[in-house]
Antibody, heavy 118, light 106 residues
Framework: QITLKESGPTLVKATQTLTLTCTFS??????????VGWIRQPPGKALEWLAL???????LYSPSLKSRLTITKDTSKKQVVLTMTNMDPMDTASYFC??????????WGQGTLVTVYS | SYELTQPPSVSVSPGQTASITCSGD??????ACWYQQKPGQSPVLVIY???KRPSGIPERFSGSNSGNTATLTISGTQAMDEADYYC?????????FGGGTKLTVL
């Protein structure tokens, strides 16, 4: 059974850097084909894909946020870390990590709400 | 940039069939999947690879994808199906989500 759980600060001051950790179980990010992604959702709004990291450390980023995002993995700790620089109140959202299978995400973590204040 | 367009809302009576569309340029040439999200919960995959159901998803959920439109169909809609639904695909190594559709069962 695959599970994922997000952790990190609930409040972030504008201009600061956000660091979120996704801790997972039930698979290994050293196994060929495996990948973990980050997706966010502002309150009352749609899902927005942010980044993805593969077992071979290949990384993909949303073009609109690429300059602000960094995704890394720690295979031994079974963790994926997302950092987002220069946070703005518009970045207030629930942030989800999810296990990527082929072309879809399943399952998703419970999400963590991050509020950015100025 | 590639976009997926969904109707903001769809209403259906209990027991009837609900259809939620997702439109994108030549979407039928790509794989589409669908997620269900209930208030305060994480998205749950209900359809992958256009028309496949994950284990545990009721048979009343089905999908199709042709031309420029992918469609999620819920037959015999139940009150528990009231939720937001999102389509998703890939375009040039970028993950694309639709804007979401709120399904109301009334």
């Amino acid at each position: 059974q695959i599970t994922l759980k997000e952790s990190g600060p609930t409040l972030v001051k504008a201009t600061q850097t956000l660091t979120l950790t996704c801790t997972f179980s039930g698979f290994s990010l050293s196994t060929t084909g495996e990948a973990v992604g980050w997706i966010r959702q502002p309150p009352g709004k749609a899902l927005e894909w942010l980044a993805l990291i593969y077992w071979d450390s290949d990384k993909l980023y949303s073009p609109s946020l690429k300059s602000r995002l960094t995704i890394t993995k720690d295979t031994s700790k079974k963790q994926v870390v997302l950092t987002m620089t220069n946070m703005d109140p518009m970045d207030t959202a629930s942030y989800f990590c999810a296990h990527k299978q082929n072309n879809w995400f399943d399952p998703w973590g419970q999400g963590t709400l991050v509020t950015v204040y100025s | 940039s590639y976009e997926l367009t969904q109707p903001p809302s769809v209403s259906v009576s209990p027991g009837q069939t609900a259809s939620i569309t997702c439109s994108g340029d030549k979407l039928g040439d790509k794989y589409a999947c669908w997620y269900q999200q209930k208030p305060g919960q994480s998205p749950v995959l209900v359809i992958y690879q256009n028309n496949k159901r994950p284990s545990g998803i009721p048979e009343r959920f089905s999908g199709s994808n042709s031309g420029n439109t992918a469609t999620l169909t819920i037959s015999g809609t139940q009150a528990m199906d009231e939720a937001d639904y999102y389509c998703q695909t890939w375009d040039n190594s970028i993950v694309i989500f639709g804007g979401g559709t709120k399904l109301t069962v009334l």
